[in-house]
């Protein structure tokens, strides 16, 4: 009974996203006759898809060593770090860019250092750099969902492990956990590079890097070819959907069942200390140092910032938690109920909204609603609503291969025992599912906090968020105080975030 | 009377006095209304002599505005539309929501400028700003920057209207030439960003010797920051034209004060407002004169400017060119 009603839930969630998702596109198909593809397209194709495949590669190459060596090694502050590693995917995305910037540009640390030794400079505008840039922003999801997936295999495994001397416990424990989450990681970073524009653009030096989401951003702004945005918004969807397919087909469903929750103690071998050391710190200086960059060039102008900014942060809170909230309720409705029916159809619509331009879902539900309501009046639940429906992808991905070991493991014991109902969810599910609920309400807080795209479009004057803000100062010369608001911005972010990972990490058993 | 009366009678109180005054709704860029933008003073200034009350609706820029006009069609709470430049006018023109003006006022513009639908609110010349410490001997001309081993950095036409003007500079100053003035800047740009803002903080960073911005840029950082160091180069071709333009919508119900507001917007009192906070020339020179510091800024002998018709005519061949021509 309880299984069905949940199924029926999930299934309706799957309805509503998909509405709001495919609806949107169809509201602006709506707006005009027919629209064909310009040779330009074609090859906005293929570098919207070139660049994501490589930035994915290479950030889950990068995240399998440096989640295994953070679960391995033991040393002070190494939950800080953990933490504080997950900031890069935070920030909003020109502030990181220019981050980046302090430290690979032209004139940036790197090369003043090159310069100093006598070394030609390197220039990061180009394929490198928006690679550069995405593996920034996604190897610390990449490191969190698979530190999870570490922390997830019971220590009983290891133990036996050890027991039979097998000879490689990496292959027989470490790679089906592997198996079970990367897919899933890779095709979440997959779809995040797919809709990159300003990172492409900014860092690809030049019209050739011009992704789809550039594309229909011209489109919708410049020619207000609605029919054209929604083609190459359909084209997205495709790619997305083909993409979760590839990703569904790689996943082995996790087979290691389940254990008595201790902490697990790794013998690390002696001999790859150093290999560790290495990796730990590389992966920390690659993304602390741009974080300190933002840091230091939003620090002078942060006392001096006008009163627009702390009201807008203080709009921005509310809304990220209340948008978080909303996400987190839907994830764990949709990740249980696939990890019982093994749905593809509704793990394709727990996905889509990543494949969804937020421009192409705030015109088309401009579109849709402005005849009926004025759009400030309805600017900040639209804002929450689409804000939610962006982090649903991430928070499901990090949920499904926790919620399917769940299934697996205590289903039978929970109805055996008759626990269900709100009594199963408090006893079993929350607390199970802890560590993966707060990272991921964490990460819908702070993305939700740092998003542009639909509140843009709907916002009178004195509804801005703060990241709205941030763009209205620099807009207007106001480099320093925008480069302060976004430090602002940051932190808030990463508070926000930091109170319920640890919250999750504390509630877990 | 209980507290909850006595609350819904204030309630009721302040709607009264809402509904007694007009309310006029000015559909803008979100630069203009910010708290540091022309938008609060020039509605504080109406506000006083109109019996009424200003709301800006906002996009992120002009072309946005355009757009959410587009979106909106002839169901448009908005009265006036400011913002739109004339790359964007004769677009937005087409969709027939555009009422004539009331009255055209007399401008200043360095070339004749006159529009039954638009009245221009500030206009300034595009040009490459440059750091005149670290830059002695600027380029004099697209060819000579293209001859230099400089690095630039501009916007992208395709989602930014100082993008589209430097694409219209090009074609205005080269003709059929322009294609291969693009060939050889190609090795001069660094990057292309989506936006002005973008573009001028990676200038301001130091990853660019020059940024596609205004002649009046400059007067920012002497003004607003004592800096003088901020220089714009002056080009023999002459210097491609921004005019931003207002007009009011016929669909508005508030004809005669959207009327009047567009003459106090052309007036001393507002254009006074414009230079230092929207960086840019006033339609009209107040009587004043314009604010100390922009005596310091190079004066283009020679404007370039299409007329609305021309520029919609250009843009999609011109924006496909020089798209061609860094792509390879």
């Known amino acids: 009974m309880a299984d069905r009603s949940l199924q029926i839930t999930a299934g309706l969630l799957a309805l509503l996203i998909a509405t709001l998702v495919l609806g949107t596109a169809l509201a602006l198909a709506s707006q005009s006759g027919g629209a064909s593809l310009r040779p330009a397209d074609w090859s906005a194709i293929r570098f919207t898809i070139t660049q994501a495949l490589i930035s994915t590669v290479f950030s889950c190459a990068l995240a399998v060593p440096t989640a295994r060596a953070l679960m391995r090694r033991r040393f002070p502050g190494r939950q800080a770090l953990i933490l504080l590693m997950g900031a890069p995917f935070l920030l909003p995305v020109i502030v990181a860019v220019l981050g980046l910037l302090t430290i690979y540009g032209r004139s940036g640390l790197l090369n003043v250092a090159l310069q100093s030794v006598g070394l030609p400079q390197i220039s990061i505008y180009g394929l490198a750099g928006v690679v550069l840039a995405h593996v920034f922003f996604n190897l610390p999801l990449a490191t969190r969902i698979l530190l999870n997936g570490w922390q997830s295999i019971p220590a009983e495994r290891f133990r036996l492990a050890e027991t039979l001397n097998l000879p490689s416990p990496f292959r027989h424990i470490e790679l089906p956990m592997l198996r079970a989450t990367l897919p899933g990681a890779a095709l979440a970073i997959f779809l995040v590079c797919l809709t990159s524009f300003v990172v492409a653009l900014t860092l690809g030096g030049g019209p050739r890097a011009t992704t789809l989401e550039l594309a229909i951003y011209q489109a919708l702004r410049f020619d207000f070819d609605a029919g054209r945005a929604a083609l190459l918004a359909a084209i997205q969807f495709a790619i997305c959907a083909a993409a979760v397919t590839l990703a569904a087909r790689f996943t082995l469903p996790p087979a290691l069942g389940a254990g008595l929750d201790r902490t697990l103690i790794l013998h690390p071998p002696k001999h790859r200390t150093a290999f560790d050391v290495v990796v730990i710190t590389t992966a920390a200086l690659f993304l602390l140092l741009p974080l300190a960059a933002v840091l230091i060039e939003g620090l002078p102008a942060l006392p001096h910032l006008p009163a627009a900014v702390w009201k807008a942060a203080l709009r921005s809170l509310w809304m990220a938690v209340t948008s978080a909230a909303l996400s987190v309720t839907a994830a764990l409705i949709l990740a249980q109920a696939v990890a019982r029916s093994r749905s593809r159809l509704l793990e394709l619509a727990a996905m889509l909204p990543l494949s969804a331009s937020g421009l192409v879902l705030g015109t088309g539900l401009f579109l849709i609603l402005r005849p009926h309501v004025r759009s400030e009046d309805i600017a900040l639940p639209v804002t929450i609503l689409v804000n939610a429906l962006m982090s649903l992808p991430f928070l499901f991905r990090l949920l499904l291969p926790e919620a399917i070991v769940l299934h697996a493991s205590y289903d039978r014991l929970a109805q055996a025992i008759g626990l269900q109902g709100r009594a199963r969810l408090r006893y079993l599910t929350l607390p199970r599912l802890a560590r993966p609920l707060g990272l991921g309400a964490g990460l819908a807080a702070a993305l939700a906090m740092g998003d542009l795209g639909v509140i843009a479009l709907f916002a009178n004057n004195d509804q801005a968020t703060l990241p709205l803000v941030v763009q209205r100062l620099s807009g207007a010369y106001r480099m320093e105080q925008a480069a302060a608001a976004a430090l602002l911005l940051v932190t808030l972010s990463f508070v926000l975030f930091a109170l319920f990972d640890l919250g999750g990490r504390r509630a877990a058993p | ?328």
């Open chain 2, 1 to 328: 009377m209980k507290p909850i009366h006595l609350a819904l009678a204030f309630l009721s109180l302040g709607q009264m006095a809402m509904a007694d005054a007009p309310v006029l709704n000015v559909l803008t860029y979100d630069s203009f209304a910010a708290e540091w933008g022309p938008g609060p003073a020039i509605a504080k200034g109406f506000e006083a002599e109109c019996a009424c009350k200003i709301n800006y609706i906002t996009a992120g820029d002009g072309a946005a505005v355009l757009a959410r006009l587009k979106m909106e069609g002839a169901g448009s709470e908005a009265d006036v539309v400011l913002g739109l430049d004339t790359t964007l006018t004769e677009s937005a023109r087409a969709t027939g929501l555009f009422a004539p003006l009331a009255s055209i006022a007399p401008n200043d513009l360095p070339i004749p400028y006159s529009d039954a639908n638009f009245e221009p609110f500030d206009w300034g010349w595009f040009a490459f700003v440059y750091d005149n410490t670290k830059l002695t001997n600027p380029p004099k001309s697209f060819k000579e920057l293209a001859a230099s081993t400089l690095k630039i950095v501009i916007e992208d036409p395709r989602s930014s209207t100082p993008g589209l003007g430097l694409v219209m500079w090009v074609k205005d100053a080269y003709g059929a030439d322009s294609a291969n003035i693009w060939k050889d800047l190609a090795d001069n740009i660094v990057t292309v960003t989506p936006s002005w803002d973008e573009a001028y903080g990676l200038f301001l960073k130091g990853e660019a010797d020059m940024v596609l911005s205004y002649t009046t840029s400059p007067a920012y950082h002497l003004i607003d920051k004592k800096d003088p160091t901020k220089s714009a180069a002056p080009f023999d071709e002459g210097h491609y034209m921004q005019v931003e333009v207002a007009g009011k919508l016929a669909s508005s119900k508030q004809q005669p004060l959207a009327d009047q507001f567009l003459a106090y917007l052309a007036a001393d009192a507002a254009q006074a407002v414009i230079p230092t906070t929207n960086w840019m020339y006033p339609a009209k020179t107040p009587a004043e004169g314009l604010p100390k510091g922009f005596e310091t800024l190079i004066k283009p002998l020679k404007s370039l400017l299409y007329s609305p018709a021309e520029a919609e005519g250009q843009r999609q061949a011109a924006v496909e060119e020089w798209q061609t021509a860094l792509s390879k």
